[in-house]
């Protein structure tokens, strides 16, 4: 028995070292927008038109955009440190172009900039995106200690959003 | 916290038991504290009554049964012998040891008049009656004829019951202890209508009372003194309006990955704490002195209305730590929900599962609060401990095996008795060896042992106990009269099997057998003989009686056919009924009696017909048996006329080789037919010390299980081990739900006990739809009208035109066409409580939004296909933590054209599900665990829960020429294409 725990405890310790999946709301369940029960927000500037669907025994959120300048929905803050590593991935399928952003934040949570993956085109076969994120180092006001996810559309386009992991590497 | 010291003696600890009894069981002990309360009682002692339901020990016979009582006589089901009956129930209660009984008077005024009457005949002396009110939801202000018509109705009842002689009085005022509630505004007005009739101040109204404090204590483990103050203002202002409560203090929850799905949870800390003292607190008040307090005691509701777990029974925990609670309240009144509930299942008299077990237990608890000393029972053998094992009578793989062991004190004096346990199955292969318990004769202690028996299912079919017992200095060994069926893809039974030991009956002599004919019957022997007077002798198929041992009493299978006859309407109706067989002489009639079976004449008339012009059908009509000579047969036509439609006829010949068939006359009549080996209908009593049977029978069953039964002329219950039919040659992968790992995980099972059900698409046997895997999938053509089946709760259009689909001729078959509402109705056990694929070949003939497939009731796993805006649209019911059902929507994008065939289908392996139109799918992920079964329709609906993800759909308009329903799936999850950025 004691070598079946201590076995246990091993693996769940490389586990823990290895990767960590950042719990952000990704599944879209829960109602509303913003705070526990719906951790995501719309962009007041970038709007899209948000619309909540069951898909594939879960929830898609479909972004559709409105204004000319690229719609987007953001997370939850996740506390990050500078050198950080994150992979962020995510389903889509739809028309148009995504692209896959992480937001950063001072330790005030002031916006203090962002890294994003490519902008990739989107067709009507639903399609895994992954993009692995390093938080740059930016000294001073802007050192990031959390990030958002983003989810963008750019002009003109409408997509599904399904299954967003964020996964901590914590080496 | 624990130290690093405590720490290893745990461990230590766990070490040595798991090394006792394995790493997957887990033990439990738990002593009733017996603590009573404060609060100023009215009563001198806490009086505990029975309700009374109008149900006898003669009738309600109902071709099937998850219990039923331990004492029923179809004899006494003729009008002239119903006073033997009454005897029998003030026999019973007496050993009870309780104040009385109890009846929802206006519900049922002409019962309640008759309980009444009786309670001041001699076999009811020593017995009173507490009134009882089922209140209506009125508002008692005679501004509607309703309303007028709700308050003379109440009228009539209090001023019956106050004529009474027998009746409970509490401060020379007469208690009508409440079921249900009104509004307050309602009870205020009734007082002072009462006030004006001068019955007020004779009476006493009871107010339901439930206290919204759950989801406080269990966030926090406390009251906030705001929330208390929030409560005692609840109390006070109930008691300016009622004279008394009836008091809930627990709450229901699922839980959803468990075992015993549905249950009251009870938080004693929190009477204790709490609410006990809040309630002395505002009792005490002069103000409101002289005001009562009373509960509901239930023990379970294990029930086939709702197809299963309404509430789970837990050995007899449930019925324990309920009056554990009520008793920190010190009430003045308990009141038994129900004596004789029999079609709901939740009897306190004694009954075939339950033994004499409740009453141990109440007449224990009855005489700790009257201040008398445990005893033993009259009669009872002192050689053996008053020790009850409970188990349940079936689970299925994922579900854990639990066993409950309870010492019910007979003694004062200190003592203790040594229990060993051990499991074994079927053949006495041990299972599981535990360690040795100690029960203390004077403490009511249940010890609990529930082990995970997922591998048991690849070679285990049963698992028997087994109990060497050291008592009064000297060892035996005792194998309960009690089992637990192994089922693989569902267990339709959640009924707990309880037995005390001293209930138990041994036969001098025992005999039985069960082996199959090349024919596909079995040919079944058994014998049972004592010193004992036997009442009956049966043996059962899984939970149903295959075959009974006959008085002779007339009705001799050796001389007749019995033919089982059942009629359903769509709607509630009162509606004349006929039948009478042409063609022959000696012909029988015997009706399965009140209160749901309409009483049909047993006379015939000069045509030869039995029946009666003015039939109740509560969706289920008359039903029974009719019994044809065996040597007159040959031209024998059975014609039963139902209501306006035309006569039925069903030439004998032709169901003796089809055995079974159905018609619907029209008017949503069904009528179905089905010859039996066996007398379909409670046995009568044998009074013989010696019985025995010896018949063929074919079962209905995928696994057929037989095991013998009999029950003495004093109640004591003999249950022999199951003999199995189909023996396991191999063993194959099966999806399961696991409650101990709480996911899907894969098990080896017998590779027979997943069905494979193909129906059979032919008119061969009329609105049946069979198959050739067992008869217990059989589908109907309509119909399933009777309690519990979908239909008869759902929305059916009130106008439907027909209820079966029609029979078409194609070139390479039969299909069935559906028109304007028509459909098939499965039952329970079609749809697997697990994983499954569904696969049909179906036209549509329009583009409408209509449903496919849908199980009923919308219960955690209930699986739903439907077309929507010409997409295939599923749904799965997710269940919830209350009482309300959900659905889960699964919108698919594939297509469904009107006017082209199509094979459909659906497989859900619990942890993907996929659709198919053509071979081309869709899966999605999908982890939601089934944990009910319900019938379920092809073709029609009923009222969907919220979720479903569409607006209600009409109909299936089309044709269906295949459909089967594998209970396993496999499912590859979903390729999906990555990209990396």
């Known amino acids: 028995m004691k070598k079946t725990l201590l076995t246990l405890f091993s693996v769940t310790a490389v586990f823990a070292c290895a990767a960590a999946e950042v719990d952000i709301g990704g599944d879209f369940t829960g109602s509303g927008f913003g705070g526990r029960g719906f951790p995501w927000y719309t962009n007041s500037v970038l709007k899209a038109k948000v619309t909540r669907h069951q898909f594939n025994g879960g929830i898609a959120v479909e972004l559709k955009e409105v204004s000319d300048k690229g719609g987007q929905i953001y997370g939850k803050p996740v506390p990050a440190a500078p050198g950080e590593r994150f992979t962020l991935s995510v389903q889509a399928k739809g028309k148009g172009t995504g692209r896959l952003e992480l937001l950063l934040y001072n330790k005030e949570n002031r916006y203090a900039g962002s890294v994003s993956s490519a902008d990739f085109p989107v067709t009507e076969e639903m399609v895994k995106y992954t993009k692995e994120f390093v938080i740059p180092s930016q000294p001073g006001a802007k050192e990031p200690a959390f990030v958002r996810v983003g989810l963008f559309v750019a002009p003109g386009g409408d997509i599904w959003f399904h299954k967003v992991s964020l996964v901590q590497d914590k080496k | 916290m624990m130290t690093a010291k405590s720490a290893a003696v745990f461990l230590f600890s766990l070490a040595v038991w798991a090394g006792a009894a394995g790493a997957d069981v887990t033990r439990e002990e738990y002593t009733s504290p017996l603590e009573t309360g404060t609060r100023p009682r009215r009563t001198p002692h806490t009086l505990i009554y029975a309700r009374f339901q109008p149900y006898d020990l003669g009738g309600n016979y109902r071709d099937e049964w998850y219990d039923r009582p331990l004492f029923v006589n179809s004899l006494w089901r003729d009008a002239s012998r119903r006073g033997e009956s009454w005897k029998k129930e003030a026999e019973l209660l007496k050993k009870y040891e309780i104040a009385g009984v109890t009846v929802l008077g206006n519900a049922y005024a002409s019962f309640n008049r008759e309980v009444i009457a009786r309670s001041e005949q001699g076999d009811f002396s020593g017995l009173d009656v507490m009134a009882g009110l089922g209140w209506p939801r009125s508002e008692f202000d005679g501004k509607t004829p309703a309303s007028e018509k709700l308050y003379q109705r109440m009228v009539r009842h209090i001023r019956e019951t106050l004529d009474g002689k027998n009746i409970l009085h509490i401060d020379g005022k007469i208690p009508f202890f409440c079921y249900g509630g009104t509004t307050d505004s309602g009870a205020h007005n009734l007082r002072t209508r009462l006030k004006k009739d001068g019955l007020d101040s004779r009476v006493q109204l009871f107010a339901p009372l439930w206290l919204n404090v759950y989801g406080e204590f269990n966030n926090t483990g406390k009251l906030s003194q705001e929330t208390l103050k929030k409560m005692e203002s609840v109390l006070r202002e109930k008691l300016d309006v009622y004279d008394g409560f009836n008091f809930t203090n627990c709450f229901y929850t699922r839980n959803l990955r468990g075992d015993d799905v549905l249950g009251k949870v009870f938080r004693p800390e929190l009477d204790k704490k709490y609410l006990a003292p809040l309630f002395s ?89 009257k201040g008398l000393p445990p005893a033993p029972c009259e009669g009872d053998d002192l050689s053996i401990p008053d020790l009850v094992v409970s188990v349940r009578w079936n689970i299925q793989a994922g579900e854990e095996y639990r066993i409950e062991l309870l010492n019910i004190p007979d003694t004062p004096e200190e003592g203790t008795y040594r229990v060993a346990l051990s499991l074994t199955d079927e053949n006495g292969k041990l299972l599981r060896k535990m360690g040795e318990d100690t029960f203390r004769r004077n403490k009511l202690t249940a010890v609990t042992y529930k082990v995970n028996a997922e591998a048991w299912h690849k070679r285990v079919r049963a698992v028997i106990p087994q109990l060497e017992i050291t008592y009064k200095g000297r060892t035996f060994r005792m194998e309960p009269a009690v089992f637990t069926r192994l089922s693989a893809v569902t267990a339709n039974n959640a009924k707990e099997l309880r037995l005390p030991l001293r209930d138990q009956w041994t036969p001098g002599k025992f005999v039985f057998s069960a082996l199959p004919r090349p024919d596909g019957s079995v040919r079944i022997k058994a014998e049972a003989a004592g010193k004992e007077l036997l009442n009956s002798l049966e043996v059962l198929d899984g939970k149903f009686t295959a075959v009974s041992a006959w008085p002779e009493d007339g009705l001799k299978q050796a001389d007749h056919y019995w033919i089982a006859v059942k009629c359903h309407r769509r709607y509630e109706t009162i509606m004349p009924f006929r039948i009478r067989v042409a063609g022959t002489g000696d012909y029988r009639w015997r009706p399965w009696g009140r209160p749901y079976c309409s009483p049909v004449r047993l006379e015939r008339d000069k045509e030869g017909w039995f029946g009666s012009p003015r039939c109740h059908f509560w969706h289920s009509g008359p039903a029974g048996m009719v019994g044809i000579p065996k040597n007159d047969c040959e031209n024998a036509v059975i014609e039963c006329v139902i209501g306006n439609t035309p006569a039925v006829r069903v030439p004998f010949a032709d169901l003796r080789k089809k055995r079974v068939t159905a018609a619907e006359p029209g008017d949503c009549v069904q009528l179905e037919l089905e010859l039996r080996d066996e007398l379909p209908d409670h046995p009568a009593p044998l009074n013989s010390k010696r019985a025995a049977i010896d018949a063929c029978v074919f079962s209905k069953m995928n696994d057929p299980m037989y095991s013998v039964l009999a029950v003495t002329a004093e109640g004591k219950i003999f249950r022999s081990r199951p003999v199995f039919i189909r ?252 990209v990396k950025l």
């Open chain 2, 727 to 978: 023996k396991i040659e191999r063993t194959a992968p099966l999806r399961i739900y696991s409650t101990t790992a709480k996911k899907a995980v894969t098990a080896e099972v017998p590779a027979f006990q997943i069905p494979d059900i193909r129906y059979k698409f032919s008119p061969e046997y009329g609105n049946i739809l069979g198959n050739d895997t067992a008869k217990e999938f059989d589908a109907t053509l309509g119909g399933g009208l009777s309690r519990g089946q979908t239909p008869r709760r759902g929305a059916l259009p009130r106008d439907l035109p027909q209820m079966a689909p029609i029979w078409e001729k194609t070139a390479d078959g039969y299909s069935l066409k559906f028109t304007g509402g028509s459909y098939l109705s499965f039952p329970a056990a079609a749809v697997p409580n697990g994983a499954f694929t569904l696969e049909m070949e179906l036209k549509t003939d329009s583009s409408a939004n209509q449903y496919l497939f849908f199980t009923g009731q919308d219960r955690q796993g209930a699986v739903g296909l439907a077309v929507v805006d010409g997409k295939l649209h599923g749904s799965y019911g997710s269940g919830s933590t209350g009482f309300g059902h959900v659905l889960t929507a699964l919108p698919t994008d594939i297509a469904v054209t009107p006017g082209v065939w199509h094979t459909v289908k659906v497989a859900y392996d619990l942890e993907h599900i996929r659709f198919e139109v053509d071979g081309k799918g869709q899966t999605m992920p999908l982890t939601l665990r089934p944990a009910w079964t319900a019938p379920s329709l092809f073709g029609n609906f009923f009222t969907p829960a919220s979720g479903a993800g569409f607006a209600k759909p009409g109909p299936f308009t089309g044709h269906l020429r295949k459909l089967r329903i594998l209970h396993n799936a496999k499912v590859d999850p979903p390729k999906i294409r990555e």
């Open chain 2, 281 to 369: 607190k505002v009792y005490a008040d002069p103000k409101y002195r002289g005001k009562l307090l009373g509960f509901t005691l239930d023990h379970g509701y294990i029930g086939d209305i709702d197809n299963g777990v309404n509430q789970a029974e837990c050995g007899t925990a449930v019925l324990r730590r309920q009056i554990d609670t009520q008793l920190l309240y010190d009430p003045d009144i308990i009141s038994l929900a129900e004596w004789n509930e029999v079609n709901e299942n939740t009897c306190f008299q004694p009954t075939l599962t339950n033994s004499w077990t409740i009453r141990r237990l109440i007449r224990f608890y009855a005489r700790f609060l």
